[in-house]
């Protein structure tokens, strides 16, 4: 029964209702936007099974009275690490860059990685067609992405065609699922890193240097393992090998979090970086989803204000308080359901573009229990936020006592409440316009302010293997 009495009271208050479910709605939307994105950020690597045991090699070089933090290392320390080198199971180095392909007389630049075969098995790379086993055995080898072989072929029969790299062919021999793209191992194509290695560019600039730092190197660690004795001993090598002084140091650094902890100082880390950015995206979408909850408040509560003849012609006729309770939670709960269901439906609408903009692939997923769990606490609170305090105060009255206050407006209590929330929502809405707007200035500083020189005729352009191996001739027919 209170069910049919509180539809009937909503489709009575038609314009009311509306902009309450309407606020409410937009402002779960644009937060649940924002809270995806800051979910995806903070589950980087999420799809990689062992990423409690992998681990990238960083390097503290001295620069003055300061150290400085790299996460790049020399190609020989592959060598070093695929010995016996105690804890450690296995390492691969990784360079990541660019390629231009060609394929039937199409060009396309797609990023990918030079790689050891070993990381097959660090990451457990997930192939749908090939054998990982035998993938760079063939001279000059290519893995695609499924994604890559939807792009130039048009059937999934791919492995023996070959794809062509300035004038050399190579030879596909594996494809494999596509990676996520908030992760550290995403990647198009992947390489032998031999064939780099090998490059007679790079051999003669830093492949041949224990100094030469080009290449990111991952290590996978035995369970147990003591990675402060890890660290020591690579440290020792390195001061031997590298000639960087005695206040040098190699590490291991924990590839969980790597992404987002990269804050360091004086070669330590400082527990800063990008989940800086992370945690104020978090906040400003807690902002906007507080102030569309006291948003709804204020308007339940203004409403339920206007209401004292209805509450006091209920009470007359005997209904009693629980039932008005009872009545106003139901009200608040079915607003609170249809303004829900509304925020789910906009945010599917939204997410394509969405996506398109960030370059990610976001998803509402109701297997998740945080994406479950933190629709049934938003409608929780915003029911008790909206139903429970009016339907507690104005239930609390007798009926003559109800009908007084038609005519003294609000009470005390009710309107410092009202005007305490809505102090606090206009703070809070103060806080990021103006923000936004520094924000916008700031940025429209960095692209008008001058840069020192003329740019009109200046051309940049990406340097190929081939513009390395012959730059002289280059430069001179510029």
């Known amino acids: 029964m209170n069910i049919k009495q509180s539809f009937r009271i909503i489709f ?54 300061q150290l400085r933090t790299l996460f ?32 039937a007389n199409e060009s396309f630049t797609e ?86 290695a090998n490059d007679p560019v790079e051999k003669k600039q830093v492949a041949e240097k224990w100094g030469g730092n080009w290449i990111n190197c991952y290590v996978e660690i035995e369970p147990g393992a003591n990675v402060p004795e890890i660290n020591r001993k690579l440290t020792t090598i390195f001061i031997e090998r590298a000639g960087w002084g005695e206040r040098s140091e190699m590490f291991i650094y ?33 902002a906007i989803l507080l102030i569309a909850c006291i948003n709804f408040m204020n308007l339940a509560i203004a409403r339920s204000g206007k209401r004292a003849v ?18 106003f939670m ?3 709960t079915l607003i609170t359901a249809i303004s829900i269901l509304l925020a789910i439906l906009s945010t599917y609408l939204c997410l394509p573009a969405f996506n398109q903009m960030t370059g990610y692939r976001l998803a509402i997923d109701f297997t998740n229990p945080y994406h479950l769990f ?25 009926p003559i006592q109800t009908l007084k206050k038609l005519n003294k407006g609000v009470a005390g ?16 809405s103060f806080i990021l316009i103006s923000t936004t707007i520094v924000i916008y200035m700031q940025i429209q500083h960095v692209h008008k302010r001058p840069l020192g020189l003329n740019i009109n005729h200046l051309v940049s352009f990406p340097v190929t293997d081939e513009i390395k191996r012959d730059f002289a001739a280059v430069r001179q027919e510029l």
């Not at 690597?45 to 062992?50: A, D, F, I, Y």
């Not at 990269?262 to 527990?271: A, S």
């Not at 209920?314 to 309770?325: A, H, S």
């Open 12 to 65: 009575r208050n038609k314009k009311y209702n509306l902009l309450n479910i309407a606020g409410l709605a937009i402002g779960i939307t644009a937060s649940a936007l924002i809270l995806l994105w800051a979910e995806y950020q903070v589950n980087d690597n999420r799809t990689v099974p062992k990423l409690k045991y992998l681990y990238e090699i960083g390097q503290n070089q001295p620069y003055g009275d």
């Open 72 to 103: 790049t290392s020399p190609s020989q320390i592959s060598e070093v690490l695929d010995g016996d080198f105690a804890g450690v199971r296995r390492c691969s180095r990784f360079k990541k860059t660019d390629v231009e392909f060609l394929s």
């Open 111 to 196: 990023n990918g990685a030079y790689v050891d075969s070993t990381l097959f098995g660090m990451i457990d790379l997930p192939i749908i067609a090939g054998n990982l086993e035998t993938a760079f055995e063939p001279t000059f080898p290519v893995l695609i992405s499924r994604k890559m072989m939807e792009k130039i072929f048009n059937t999934t029969d791919v492995i023996g065609n070959t794809l062509q790299i300035e004038d050399q062919l190579y030879e596909i021999t594996g494809v494999f699922e596509d990676r996520e793209t908030n992760g550290t191992f995403h990647f198009e194509w992947l390489i032998p890193m031999r064939i780099l």
């Open 254 to 286: 924990p590839l969980k979090g790597r992404r987002l902890y990269d804050e360091f100082t004086d070669g330590k880390p400082t527990g800063g970086g990008y989940i800086t950015t992370v945690r104020t995206f978090f906040w400003v979408g807690i």
């Open 310 to 327: 209805e509450i006091g012609l209920r009470k007359t006729f005997g209904v009693k308080y629980l039932g008005m309770i009872r009545l």
């Open 330 to 332: 139901t009200e608040s």
């Open 374 to 398: 933190g629709l049934i606490a938003v409608g929780i609170i915003c029911t008790l936020l909206s139903g429970l305090y009016p339907a507690l105060y104005l239930s609390s009255f007798s």
């Open 413 to 428: 209590g009710v309107a410092f409440v009202q005007k305490g929330l809505v102090v606090f929502q206009f703070a809070i």
